[in-house]
């Protein structure tokens, strides 16, 4: 099956400081990978969308400077949180798309990542 | 832009029962695919069912399926012999060919022993 990743599971950090989260397709190449942020009990939202090679397209009301994106290869994106405050404690799930593997396109989501913002 | 409506926030079900879940949805689109993801305490979004609009054959998978009503844009999950390892959070979701998925609220399911 197709298997994505994301490292770190969890993570706390101080207020002010920038978090780095990792998005891995483990058994395929992915052209496009997504990025949700989900509050508890609460749907997912997409933040933006990465294309490998290409700057990644946010959605509106997603700060690009807050939420960097980069997809330099087929298979690893990141999404780092530059300074970090409280309301950006959440969960932060990936998605990647094979290339090429299905007709539809479809998403494999990673474990997510639970942020906390101290 | 589309969307997606799923009116009941939580649900039970005895185990062994059957259970379905309500999804709608809104596009002008006419070709597009629809899915229902399960969510368990783990928060790993798993595919239960997808479904290609362009079907009209209810797509089944063992103990899931669904009821799609491509004129009313209604997309039920039913799922029966409610398990206990069923409890989770449900969510439909909306994709155009190759295009973003669009999720729906999430419907709480609780499967009681």
């Known amino acids: 099956g197709a298997v994505v990743s994301q490292h770190p599971s969890w993570v706390i950090c101080k207020s002010g400081t920038s978090v780095k989260i990792e998005c891995r397709s483990l058994d395929f190449q992915a052209t496009t990978m997504f990025w949700y942020r989900q509050f508890p009990k609460q749907s997912l939202m997409l933040m933006a969308t990465s294309n490998e090679g290409s700057k990644a397209t946010y959605e509106q009301g997603v700060e690009k400077d807050k939420f960097l994106i980069n997809h330099a290869s087929l298979t690893l994106s990141t999404l780092t949180v530059t300074s970090a405050h409280p309301e950006d404690s959440s969960f932060y799930i990936c998605?990647?798309?094979?290339?090429?593997?299905?007709?539809?396109?479809?998403?494999?989501f990673g474990p997510g990542t639970r942020l906390t913002v101290l | 832009a589309q969307t997606v409506t799923q009116s009941q926030p939580e649900m039970s079900v005895q185990e062994a029962e059957t259970v379905t879940l309500s999804c709608t949805y809104d596009?002008?689109?006419?070709?597009?695919?629809l899915f229902w993801y399960k969510q368990p305490p783990s928060r790993q979004m798993i595919l239960v069912i997808r479904q290609e609009a362009y079907k009209q054959q209810n797509a089944t998978e063992n103990r899931f399926s669904v009821n799609f009503q491509k004129a009313a844009k209604s997309f039920s999950l039913k799922i029966s012999d409610s398990q206990l390892g069923d409890t989770a959070m449900y969510f439909c979701a909306f994709m155009k060919a190759g295009n973003m998925l669009t999720f729906g609220g999430g419907t709480r399911l609780m499967v009681k022993p």
């Open positions: 596009t002008s689109e006419n070709n597009y695919y």
């Open positions: 998605s990647a798309r094979a290339a090429g593997r299905t007709p539809l396109g479809e998403q494999f």
